[in-house]
């Protein structure tokens, strides 16, 4: 049986995808999946195409440049797909992919989640703040 060094096993564990090593590229992944933005997107979306404007409208409180900044990163990431439509004016629609589609439960589990226990959520801010 073949022994394995430190280094080796660092070296596979990268090629495994194991987000709780540093240089893992899973973590940026994370990162980007737990934008408030991208969890409000992806839920958004679940229903078919839609353009900018409706999601603007659907999502309260996101700036232009910040939807913007976030169609095309989960673009990027094969997440959504745009669609530009010639005709006057252009338009342009957002959907997900099927790979989006398959992190929608995630996504949704998480929001829902956040909305059903956000009262005790509070209650635990409130007690942590009142201690000395």
Sequence with gaps: MATTSAEQRREQAKRDYDAFLEQCPTRELLSRLTDKWVA???????????RHGELARRIAGVSQKML?????TLERDGLV????TASVPVRVD???????????????????WAETHMDRVFDARTQYDARP
């Design 40 to 50: 409000l997107v992806i839920p958004a979306l679940v229903d078919g195409p839609q």
């Design 68 to 72: 913007t900044q976030t169609l095309r």
């Design 81 to 84: 797909t745009r669609t530009v």
């Design 94 to 112: 957002y959907a997900l992919t099927p790979l989006g589609h398959e992190l929608f439960p995630v996504m949704i589990a998480i929001k829902n």
